[in-house]
């Protein structure tokens, strides 16, 4: 089934100027029926402008459905239980990144201190 330009600007959610434009500047070829207006192909719209989501079922206004059920205990007792184990991960990360923290520090000043100098000589300790 091929486009009408108002059913072409109905599935793209574009109004009809928009889709006569792209075809005007080549973005979207269409062929002319005899009354005037166009027939295009729906791969071709959609190749251009994303189809657009239209609602095939229409929905009750009153029932919301974007609404979460009631929690239960259970739930409540695995989200408290997850979110303990997560604030002790993440104490245990500081703490990882501390000591990383330190040993770099140590590493630093290790490569900053001047070396020992040795002699050249093999029984003299300087």
Request: aromatic share 6%; net charge positive; glycine share 6%.
């Amino acid at each position: 089934m091929r486009y009408s330009l108002g059913t072409a600007a109905i599935a793209a959610g574009k109004s009809k100027t928009t889709i006569q434009r792209a075809i005007a500047k080549g973005r979207i070829s269409a062929e002319k029926v005899v009354g005037g207006g166009y027939s295009i192909d729906p791969a071709e719209l959609h190749r251009v402008f994303p189809m657009s989501n239209i609602d095939t079922v229409s929905c009750d206004p009153k029932l919301d459905t974007t609404r979460l059920p009631d929690e239960t205990p259970e739930l409540r007792a695995k989200i408290d239980g997850l979110e303990a184990m997560l604030a002790r991960e993440r104490e245990a990360l500081e703490e990882v990144r501390a000591d990383r923290d330190a040993w770099k520090q140590q590493a630093t000043a290790l490569l900053a201190a001047p070396q020992k100098r040795r002699g050249w000589w093999p029984w003299s300790r300087s």
